[in-house]
Nanobody, 119 residues
């Protein structure tokens, strides 16, 4: 059974920093990607950053230069360092792990962690 476990998040002031970590527990054929998405009550879930095959990293435009995704997808671990936080970054953040298989992909999600940016 696969589990995606998230840690981190919480409350930060504008301009502050927070770190989110994600670990995938279980047996995988191979891991295609790991990344973070976020969702607010007004918006659908959207990509924040993802790492593909442990080499290619993609960021949403609104976090470029502020957030850094690092980790080792081969070992099912990634960390999102969030710097210079803005109130607009307030959301529930979800970790997504995509497992590759024979001609198909499987998505696994974490339970979500709240990030609140407020003075």
């Amino acid at each position: 059974q696969v589990q995606v476990v998230e840690t981190g998040g919480g409350l930060a002031q504008p301009g502050g920093s927070l770190r989110l970590s994600c670990a995938g527990n279980g047996s995988f054929f191979y891991i295609y990607s790991m990344g973070w998405y976020r969702q607010t009550p007004k918006n659908s879930r959207e990509l924040v950053a993802e790492m593909i095959f442990g080499t290619t990293t993609n960021y949403a435009d609104y976090v470029k230069g502020r957030f850094i995704l690092s980790g080792d997808t081969a070992n099912a671990m990634v960390t999102l360092q969030m710097n210079n936080l803005e109130p607009e970054d307030t959301a529930v953040y979800y970790c997504k792990l995509v497992e590759g298989g024979l001609n198909r992909y499987y998505d696994y999600w974490g339970q979500g962690t709240q990030v609140t940016v407020s003075a």
